[in-house]
């Protein structure tokens, strides 16, 4: 569905190049839906935009959908979605007559567009909105009507981006229900970014993960937990001058990390957590430590993220991260909104 | 395209090829319809040359032997109509801001459509709006006193027409360039003032003294505003009207050259 190599897109920036995507390859297979995770910044946006021709590569080149990207964009076009973060329905209009309009620029007739449009309203649980306008809607019907605009000419693959930033935890896993359907019910291939960990672990089979313009690893999401080096370990001591001796015994455990001090936690890492565990216990124990709290878990995608860049994803998203990069190139599309500020 | 399972509706990758007239037509609905759905901005676009048909131009009707003109109306009519096609037109661009921030641009430049229709569409529905507000302009200002010949009223129309296209199409490149009404903003009223008094819209250039004439003769607006009072006149063999009419013409050829332009290249 997608091929890609080396594809790349630098910007000049008050004179200075800035290298948003740095030569990317990328294969998708025809029914594979595929996470494109990174912080804000990292270059997701722009790989999107260029796969779904809105921005030309200055390097590299593209099948998408079996269309050149750069030969025969009009082709690409054709056969792909795309539903951007910014949305596709203005805000006055009435939610069918988007999705009835966006389809007639594909040539399909009214007639037609209606009643597929209908239909993806039926799928999408946006039974009854079709004359609603899109401002009087909430955040997650909106979020599924830019979907159905973007599906209305049947694509056989779609490119969402970010598709539930800002949608409350509910309405993401009914979102992601939907995703999941896409595949099941229409053998819709699907392409989405995220920067939630949680988002890409539950949805995608394949995770591409993309740090400073690069695609730095890609697996399923348990391939990509099993390249962390075994389970986590973290012991909180109830004082902390203990904190350095049970950073030593952890690190006697067989093939484990030297594990990291702060302040009262100290956090590890070894295979076979469970045994592991047993064995510090004995030994902390042993040794007359006392322990607030000791947990062994299989590592998270935010751990193969910090394996991987060295920084945690939850530090460019969260709002108790310490600032994070400042995503230099964020999303071209919202730039003047911020300029705007 | 997709081998996978079954595919409820057949993929549309196979429909009829895109054509610049059909997209062209889909734009131009969609955006009358949004139109007509919000009637406060034509309204409001339109109380303005009203007003000033109403309110300034009794003011001109004792000096209108001074200004070597049948009636006031007259000369004073064609003028508003021009600042109609000028400065209604330069104005859409906010709402292809407000479009682009909602993410309909791009949405629509993910479709196979033209680029062309996507600007042309627009620029139509802006032709259509501006002549039904000059038209109504017109209609006003007869119980008023105006009184002109109906083809030079026409022909005026059309002129205003191409000088409405050619201003909106610059206003949608900027706009697209831009992307934000508080760059797009500035930019229009730093341009407008200065236009509008050098073009002769409210009093004819020929009261100016020289040097001020010199001026606004290098603006092609005082030179399509002194066209369209000789349309008015009935005088339209004159070499006054047809360079009005030919400036206008190279004024629409420049301001399409600059909007497709914009509408073809990539969103950055």
Known sequence: ?341 | MSTATTAPPSPATTGPTSSVARDTYTVFARAMRMSLRNPAWLVISLMQPILYIVLFGPLLEPLSSQLGSGNAYQLFVPGILVQLGIFGALFVGFGLIAEYRAGVIESQRVTPASRTALLLGRVMRDVVVLLVQGTLLVLVSIPLGLRAPVIGVVLTLVVIALLGAAFASVSYALALTLKSEDAFAPLLNAVVLPVLLLSGILLPMTLAPGWLQAISDVNPLKHVVEGARSFFDGDYGSSTAWWGAGLTVAMGLLGWWFGVRRFRQESS
Not at chain 1, 7 to 17: G, H, I, P, S, V
Not at chain 1, 260 to 276: E, K, M, S, Y
């Open chain 1, 1 to 341: 569905m997608i091929h890609a190599r080396g594809l790349a897109r630098t910007f000049r920036k008050k004179k200075q190049e800035v290298h948003a995507v740095a030569g990317v390859d990328l294969d998708v297979e025809a029914g594979e839906i595929v996470g494109f995770l990174g912080p804000n910044g990292a270059g997701k946006t722009t790989t999107l935009r260029m796969l779904t021709t809105l921005l030309a590569p200055t390097a590299g080149t593209a099948t998408v959908a079996g269309c050149d990207l750069v030969t025969d964009p009009v082709g690409v076009r054709r056969r792909i979605g795309y539903v951007s973060q910014s949305g596709a329905t203005y805000p006055d209009a009435r939610a069918g007559e988007e999705v009835v309009d966006h389809a007639r620029l594909y040539g399909i007739s009214t007639a037609e567009a209606t009643a597929r449009g209908k239909q993806l309203f039926r799928e999408l649980d946006l039974d009854g909105l079709w004359e609603r306008q899109p401002k009087s809607m909430s955040g997650g019907q909106r979020r599924r009507l830019d979907i159905a605009v973007g599906l209305v000419h049947v694509p056989g693959l779609v490119f969402l981006d970010e598709p539930t930033t800002g949608l409350d935890p509910q309405a993401r896993a009914n979102l992601w229900q939907h995703i999941r359907g896409l595949r099941e019910e229409r053998g819709t291939t699907v392409f989405l970014t995220t920067h939630y960990l949680d988002e890409a672990d539950a949805l995608c089979d394949r995770i591409l993960v993309i740090d400073a313009g690069r695609i730095v690893a890609e697996g399923t999401p348990d391939e990509l937990k099993s390249q962390v080096g075994g389970d986590v370990l973290t012991v909180t001591v109830e004082h902390a001058e203990t904190a350095g001796r049970v950073a030593a015994l952890m690190a006697a455990l067989p093939g484990a990390e030297v594990p990291q001090v702060l302040d009262t936690r100290v956090v590890g890492r070894a295979p076979q957590g469970g045994a592991a565990l047993m064995t510090l216990v004995r030994e902390l124990d042993a040794a007359g430590i006392a322990v607030a709290g000791i947990e062994s878990r299989r590592p998270s995608l935010d751990d193969v993220f910090l394996d991987l860049t060295g920084r945690s994803l939850r530090e460019s998203g969260g709002p108790a991260g310490p600032g994070g990069p400042a995503g230099a190139d964020r999303t071209a599309d919202k730039q003047p909104q911020e300029m705007a500020r």
